[in-house]
């Protein structure tokens, strides 16, 4: 233990002016891994800290997504991205397909966030997920990605707190377009908040093999006070022949393609995307500095 290390608030600024609104303190376990992974801890943080890759990675999404195009932000040792500026939330196809945009968004979202909930179940809950499909039923056709988006939310809060869940008060649009959509807690977490939900990610070393890690990832949810499930800790040391769901499943080959193409002797350097891969330039510029003294220049 360090006495004289930064005051935790003050490591963490500006973060809670962000997500503190959220209340994390108000989530519990809905599920839990932990998986020992063959890569370098960075390289399995940095799987989750762009959206730029959901459109390879998670492809099946691109029909339903809407403009998946990200741009990202560092803010001190931490950074975000987020969908700034876009013009269709989720229920729309994604831009890059080329394909007609709905005269209807309502069974595009619905399905958004079914294929959500069966193929990850996290960041939205499955409350969030029925509740979607009273959009079918108890709101007229719409081509408007927004309005179809604000009636899930609304129907998701109404559903949380018939449930006595409860809802982040301090939580509006605002605070939510402010946060962003994914934000890397210096040096390794990675959470993806939502009104009812988050996930969060967190990667530490393997000892002193630089070749593997131990990563976690926590699906968190709102739950009436005391109704969390039980915690159960799926702990795997080995996740050869393993399934995790479809997202995980998806995020993990990528890990350890990544991993193995950092081992390439034509691989010199990495050229992360300045627009929408800023918080794996800042990790490893704040990383660096924190290391070395000052961040390492390239040399081409
Ligand atoms: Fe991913």
Redesign the pocket.
Known sequence: MDPSCTPLAEFLDPIQGYLDPFEYENLRYRWYLELTLPANWKVAME??MDGY??AA??SQLLPYQGNDYTKSFARGKHSHFGYWGTRDAPGAPSPRLNMPKPADVRPGLVEFFDMMERDFAAIFTDRDAMAAHRLLTETPPTGDTATAFANAVEFGRQAAEAEGAGYPKGLDWEVLDRAGSDWHVFPNSVTLPYWDGAVWYRARPNGDNPDSCIFNIWSLKRYVRGGEPKLQRRVYKDIEGQSFGL?VD??LA?IRRVHKGMKSRGFKYARPNPVQEMETLNFHRVLETFVLGEPRVVVK
Do not use: K, L
């Open positions: 799987a989750f890759h959901v990675t998670h997202i998806q995020d990528n």
